[in-house]
């Protein structure tokens, strides 16, 4: 009987490990995708330090550059959409396909 307990609750843990291992590598998969929320789409992001960010927000015809840290949110920058570079206007708006964003990791990977 003891044995039996052991060894579903073994399974357990396995099963609760591999959701976090799954959840883990959608998050860090999701790293180039813009994001919706509201009126305003995340355009990028990118990381200045341990803790500190500098993000791409568009709202309407405005693109916002904001500083943000744990504590704060600053506007370093108002401009016009139509003043983005082309790559950032043509990031892309939907879902990535999971096969080949997996593929061109793995490529990316093995050509180090």
Known sequence: MAASVVQMLLGLVIVIAALF???AMLR???GGRTHLVG????????SVGPR?????VAL??????LGVTPGRVNTLHTMEAAELPLAVEQAPAGPVDFASRLRQLLEKRNAK
């Open 52 to 56: 500190e960010r500098v993000v791409l």
């Open 28 to 30: 860090k998969l999701q």
């Open 39 to 46: 009126g305003l789409k995340v355009i990028g992001a990118t």
């Open 21 to 23: 291992g799954v959840l």
């Open 60 to 65: 309407g015809s405005k693109v916002l550059v």
